[in-house]
T-cell receptor
């Protein structure tokens, strides 16, 4: 079993829809949770970061962490075609190594 | 412009040849990383370096080697011992190894035939 599981998709939704992306994990020592966005043939860029449990909102993006269920989510409201990308969850115990999910390929259709 | 550069963007090699991928950063970051990305597998850590002249193996170091002679540079050599070298290679850096935020380069797609 992988330490971090993420549904690879692909996921295709109409413009304006609410998108939910999820990851589950097995290591209860993870404390730092991140979402990276990767456009085709580019390097990933950090989108959201959350420490421990709770919610964090940034514009149309909301990150949620539920440590009791070992489950994290990224919600995208009012999705736009420019949100089409691969979204990678990543997490760490605190230093050094990030563990990445497989990435979910998202397409927003105009 | 601060950032990470990787060159070349595309690289083709014959099986049995060693090949070196370049990674340079001007962010004054201490830590640097090499990842490999394959379809459906996410990013897997090959090597990382916390400081000049120091580096550690990641999860899939076999068949790869690195050096860190300068703070700005962290080249990765894919040796002929790497059984399946065709992949997208990403270099990243962070302020320190304790930082959660890693900045990625644009990647190099290596194809070995």
């Amino acid at each position: 079993q992988k330490e971090v599981e993420q549904d690879p998709g692909p996921l295709s939704v109409p413009e304006g829809a609410i998108v939910s992306l999820n990851c589950t994990y097995s290591n209860s020592a993870f404390q730092y949770f991140m979402w990276y966005r990767q456009y085709s043939r580019k390097g990933p860029e950090l989108l959201m970061y959350t420490y421990s449990s709770g919610n964090k909102e940034d514009g149309r993006f909301t990150a949620q962490v539920d440590k009791s269920s070992k489950y994290i989510s990224l919600f995208i409201r009012d999705s736009q075609p420019s949100d089409s990308a691969t979204y990678l969850c990543a997490m760490s115990e605190g230093a050094q190594k990030l563990v990445f999910g497989q990435g979910t390929r998202l397409t927003i259709n105009p | 412009d601060g950032g990470i550069t990787q060159s070349p963007k595309y690289l083709f090699r014959k099986e049995g040849q060693n090949v070196t991928l370049s990674c340079e950063q001007n962010l004054n970051h201490d830590a640097m990383y090499w990842y490999r990305q394959d379809p459906g597998q996410g990013l897997r850590l090959i090597y990382y370096s916390q400081i000049v002249n120091d580096f550690q193996k990641g999860d899939i170091a076999e068949g790869y080697s690195v050096s860190r002679e300068k703070k700005e540079s962290f080249p990765l050599t894919v040796t002929s011992a790497q059984k399946n070298p065709t992949a997208f290679y990403l270099c990243a850096s962070s302020i320190s190894v304790a930082s959660y935020e890693q900045y990625f380069g644009p990647g190099t797609r290596l194809t070995v035939t």
